[in-house]
């Protein structure tokens, strides 16, 4: 064990030691081998051909004359940095999943490619990986450390694997995922009800918006609070509605000896549930959510018929088309409170989304780094005024250019914070040049400035979000956002994990619409562990056990 205990220390220690030579930003100057070495930019000459396969969603929209095959990405990393791109294959999202994992098995590779997570242990215990440590310390700019960093490191530590970086982790903001109380406050109004402070009033709202007729139509057809009949995710969720009772749903959970645990099998799960079906039983919940994805709760918003709903900070998007509709119409996000006081944390997941690796023994290895050192200058460094890279005006629409961008990254907690605050003060001071040094969501200032001062509806959506990023920074921020402590894929969690899902959520749904007994949850954590649960357990927490 203590080799083990050595290795994961050396992952780490990696990371720190990825700080050391951060590089000056350049613009694409050709150099010779020996300059090559250490320059963000440095530009191939004669060009190579890079082969790589990633998923391309069908949905994608590309400026006139632009396709996957030829973008205004593809054609930067030519004339920048000497890098053809050229698509061994690309796929469907679920497809790319599967022809990849054939693939895997086969030994037949791309040069470049993305990857899951699982993906990523399967290639690295393969040793089909090529290590990147070295190119990354060489290559890799000062702006893309530190944004790389931004999370504390656990993006790239979970890309390293015996003192290895083997991958490229894309790096995300797990804090826009914080699971916000969204309250329709034109229903409070009329029912002369205060604003949810403590859970208990959540609780007497739920009620009241179930049988007081807040929308007026003399029947009673509301419901208190909105659910989804997948349960989780950013619409109509409980997983806000379970972090009031200190229960993590879906998230690894650290206990006092460091030991990961999973939090839907925790006891504060018990309580929680139990209140649900009681809700479920007096008519607060709408006795088909069991059938209704999110869609159609939306559907149900814009009805009339729900008053509360947990979600993320863009729900207001959601909510749009039921504002329209329904003039008077308003909600407002609030931080969920606690069932005994003690502030809630907001559970979320990993700071890495997913990796772009290497096949081992591929000759310009430092490729992958300088197109993630392109990304980040253009998207978040001194291009980011170079709009047409992420979003593009066409025909009266907005399409998407950014996703086209190979080797990305977002940004991390650290910097979203950052982002918003400076947002914050922008729009309250009317400045919007106090957002010189955000890098996102600056695209929320005229809009919300616009809502504020005029009203005007067609920026509710924006100034909304904005109110609950408000929400977001005021309540779930330094240990308030609880992050899943583990972002990988053990070899039991491939293979039973969608087994053990399913039954966490036909058991909590059962729970919930009382067609089992609460106690039900207890014979659900015997059958999770015995199902798979506890060696997953135990594969995650080896590398950290006794001697």
Known sequence: MKGKRLAVLTSYGIVLSLLLSASSPGTGRILNSAEHEGYPFGKYDPPIQLHIARPVDQTWTYPGGDSIEDNIWYREYRSLLGIEIEHDWTALPGEYSRKLN????????????????????????????????????????????????????????????????????????????????????????????????????????????????????????????????????????????????????????????????????????????????????????????????????????????????????????????????????????????????????????????????????????????KMLNLHEEVVHGARRGEGEFITVEEAGGRINTSRLSFVQSGVSNEDVAESLSLLREAIRNEDGSLLKDALTETDKYGPTLDYLTTGNMDNWAVAHQYFGFETTMDHYSGDRLLMTAFGGQTPTMTEKWAMLDRLEKETFTKIIMGAVSIDEFDRFVKDWNRLGGKAILEEINEPYGGE
């Open 102 to 369: 054939v693939l895997i098995a086969l030994g037949s590779l791309p040069e470049m490619f993305s990857v899951s997570a699982g993906q990523l242990k399967q290639l690295a215990d393969a040793d089909q990986l090529e290590d990147l440590t070295a190119v990354y310390e060489r290559f890799a700019s000062g702006r893309t450390k530190k944004l790389q960093l931004g999370d504390g490191g656990a993006a790239l530590a979970s890309a390293t694997f015996n003192g290895k970086l083997l991958a490229i982790p894309i790096v995300n903001a797990p804090i826009y995922e914080a699971n916000l109380l969204w309250v329709r406050t034109d229903w409070l109004d009329k029912l002369g009800l205060p604003e949810p402070k403590t859970l208990e009033e959540v609780f007497a709202i739920a009620d009241a918006f179930t049988g007081q007729d807040p929308d007026g139509n003399n029947r009673q057809d509301t419901f208190g609070l909105a659910i989804n009949n997948y349960l989780y995710g950013g619409i109509a969720s409980v997983t806000g509605f379970f972090n009031a009772y200190h229960a993590y749903p879906q998230t690894w959970i650290k206990d006092g000896n460091g030991q990961v645990m999973y939090g839907s099998i925790q006891p504060e799960m018990k309580r929680a549930l139990g209140k649900l079906q009681e809700m479920y039983r007096s008519g607060q919940l709408d006795r088909e959510f069991g059938v209704k994805d999110s869609d159609q709760v939306v559907e149900d918003i814009a009805a009339n018929k729900l008053g509360m709903t947990f979600g993320a900070n863009w729900n207001p998007y959601v909510f749009l088309d039921a504002v329209r509709q329904n003039p008077g119409m308003e909600w407002k996000p609030y931080a969920v409170p606690s069932v005994d006081g003690v502030p809630a944390k907001a559970s979320v997941g990993f700071s890495a989304s997913g990796y772009v690796v290497v096949r081992k023994g591929y000759q310009h290895p430092e490729a992958v780094v």
